[in-house]
């Protein structure tokens, strides 16, 4: 990744395994790290682990709005009011039918995967404006390109992600922010890393996503860093059914979802 004596990234999620893993990947580059995460014990030995240059670490819930700005203040006065990067990599996966869920359950499934995006995003928005070159990658996923039952709520949070992303990729190009997402479809985390709520239903992760890793997308996320499409499918495999429900029908799309989910 390009970097100066003093680039600076901000991750949400960081405990998780994505966020773990482009935490690593960024101080390893000798970033400055700043790491976001409701788990307040991992996030400090995530900081005390990583060899960075300079590391910022607070424990919140990231769809909590008052405690993200104030989180910003602090981390903009530690970073010289500098944001390079935002990476936003908090989420959490719950599946189920959609009428055997509560409502709360629906809520917090929107929270976590979409409005804590949303909530950071807008509030990193000055220092990014006044970065040069700034950019904000977001995690979306496969299930953003078409819901995935047993996880209605979660595609259409994450579908909330892929639109807003383009939004803003359109919005904050007047001030020099690229805004992208990476569209990873399920991986498996390391021993360690922090797990979803509920495990990814087995047949979709089978078939869309054979051995990726966390680490196969914190490659991606590198790219990113440097380069201005907007949209990046993660791994061989899923790029081809990325770009083929570009082009193929809708009703052979729905087909293939079947097929993939099992319904």
Same mark, same amino acid.
């Given at each position: 990744m390009?970097?100066s004596?003093? $680039?600076?990234?901000?991750?949400?999620g960081?405990?998780?395994?994505?966020?773990? $893993?482009? !935490?690593h990947r =960024?101080?390893?580059?000798?970033w400055?790290v700043?790491?976001?995460d409701?788990?307040?014990?991992?996030?400090?030995?995530?900081?005390?682990?990583?060899d960075a #240059?300079?590391? %910022?670490?607070?424990?919140?819930?990231?769809?909590d709005?008052?405690?993200?700005?104030d !989180?910003?203040?602090?981390?903009?006065?530690?970073?010289?009011a500098?944001?390079d990067?935002?990476v936003?990599?908090?989420?959490?996966?719950?599946?189920?039918r959609f009428?055997q869920?509560?409502?709360?359950?629906?809520?917090?499934i929107? *929270?976590? *995967?979409?409005w804590?995006?949303?909530?950071?995003?807008? !509030?990193? =928005?000055?220092?990014l404006?006044?970065?040069?070159?700034?950019? @904000?990658? $977001?995690?979306?996923?496969? $299930?953003?390109? %078409?819901?995935?039952?047993?996880?209605?709520?979660?595609?259409?949070a994450?579908?909330?992600?892929r639109?807003?992303t383009?939004?803003? *990729?359109?919005?904050?190009?007047?001030?020099?922010?690229?805004?992208?997402?990476?569209i #990873? #479809? %399920?991986?498996d985390?390391?021993?360690?890393?922090?797990?979803?709520?509920e495990?990814? #239903?087995?047949?979709?992760?089978r078939?869309?996503?054979? *051995?990726?890793?966390?680490d196969d997308?914190a490659? @991606?996320?590198e790219?990113?860093?440097?380069?201005d499409?907007?949209h990046?499918p993660?791994?061989?495999? =899923?790029?081809?059914?990325?770009r083929?429900?570009?082009?193929?029908?809708?009703?052979?799309?729905?087909?293939?979802?079947? %097929? @993939?989910?099992? =319904?």
């Amino acid at each position: 990744m390009a970097v100066s004596p003093s $680039s600076v990234v901000l991750i949400t999620g960081a405990t998780s395994g994505i966020g773990r $893993s482009v !935490a690593h990947r =960024f101080a390893g580059d000798d970033w400055r790290v700043g790491l976001l995460d409701p788990d307040e014990t991992a996030v400090h030995e995530l900081a005390e682990a990583l060899d960075a #240059p300079d590391v %910022y670490a607070q424990a919140l819930d990231p769809a909590d709005e008052a405690a993200v700005q104030d !989180a910003l203040v602090t981390f903009a006065e530690q970073m010289d009011a500098r944001l390079d990067v935002l990476v936003n990599a908090a989420g959490r996966m719950r599946s189920g039918r959609f009428d055997q869920l509560d409502l709360p359950a629906h809520r917090d499934i929107l *929270n976590a *995967n979409l409005w804590a995006m949303l909530a950071v995003t807008h !509030a990193a =928005f000055p220092l990014l404006r006044d970065t040069e070159r700034s950019r @904000v990658i $977001s995690i979306a996923s496969a $299930s953003s390109m %078409y819901g995935t039952p047993d996880l209605a709520s979660y595609s259409a949070a994450r579908a909330g992600v892929r639109s807003l992303t383009q939004a803003l *990729n359109l919005e904050w190009s007047q001030h020099g922010i690229h805004v992208c997402d990476v569209i #990873p #479809p %399920y991986v498996d985390a390391p021993a360690g890393a922090a797990a979803e709520e509920e495990p990814m #239903p087995v047949r979709p992760r089978r078939r869309l996503a054979p *051995n990726l890793t966390v680490d196969d997308v914190a490659d @991606v996320v590198e790219e990113a860093v440097t380069e201005d499409r907007i949209h990046w499918p993660v791994g061989q495999q =899923f790029r081809w059914v990325y770009r083929l429900s570009d082009v193929l029908p809708a009703p052979v799309v729905r087909l293939l979802m079947r %097929y @993939v989910s099992g =319904f």
